[in-house]
């Protein structure tokens, strides 16, 4: 295993595992009956327990979340892998000029959607379709590229940059704990 891969790796994984636990942060909230005065904030969250059906919703979305979660690490460490350097190369981008990102972004939106619309209008013909699905994927694949390089860009800033002896000395940032 090359350096760099011993590397880029770990990192990729932790870089992935943050961005999902954002993106699901809020996905834990579970709609409860509102609680009474007497029941305190822990026990009302508790109460969705006390039901089998309560235990198994729970559980489902526990098993959906963990599935997500588990998805959005193996793309981002599958596009990590294949455009190393141009990851490296737009967190560079990010934080050096963070405004003209944010505005390439919004403009990269707002073409993807006036080009769903336009594609949507093919459909009758059946052309549409694979339009719009290709589409959807180079918006998925758009957007976790946009998220590994914001992220690896926070990470940078986070860490701050460090000399390739620096790196080394640091084990457990390498993934060699074993």
Excluded: N
């Amino acid at each position: 295993m090359s350096k760099v891969t011993r590397f880029i790796v770990p990192a990729t994984t932790l870089t992935a595992l943050l961005a999902l636990v954002l993106t699901l942060a809020p996905g834990f909230a579970v709609a409860a009956p509102a609680p009474s005065p007497s029941q305190g904030p822990l026990l009302s969250e508790l109460s969705q327990f006390t039901t089998i059906q309560g235990a198994a919703a729970a559980m489902t979305k526990t098993a959906v979340i963990v599935s997500l979660l588990f998805v959005w690490i193996i793309v981002a460490v599958v596009v990590t892998l294949f455009a190393g350097r141009e990851v490296r190369y737009s967190s560079v981008e990010v934080r050096a000029s963070a405004l003209y990102c944010f505005a390439l972004g919004l403009v990269a939106f707002t073409s993807f959607v006036i080009t769903a619309i336009v594609f949507s209008y093919l459909v009758p013909y059946i052309v549409g379709v694979p339009l719009l699905a290709a589409l959807a994927v180079f918006a998925i694949l758009t957007k976790v590229y946009g998220m590994i390089s914001i992220f690896h860009a926070a990470g940078s800033i986070v860490a701050g940059s460090r000399t390739r002896s620096q790196l080394e000395r640091r084990r457990w940032f390498r993934g060699d704990l074993a």
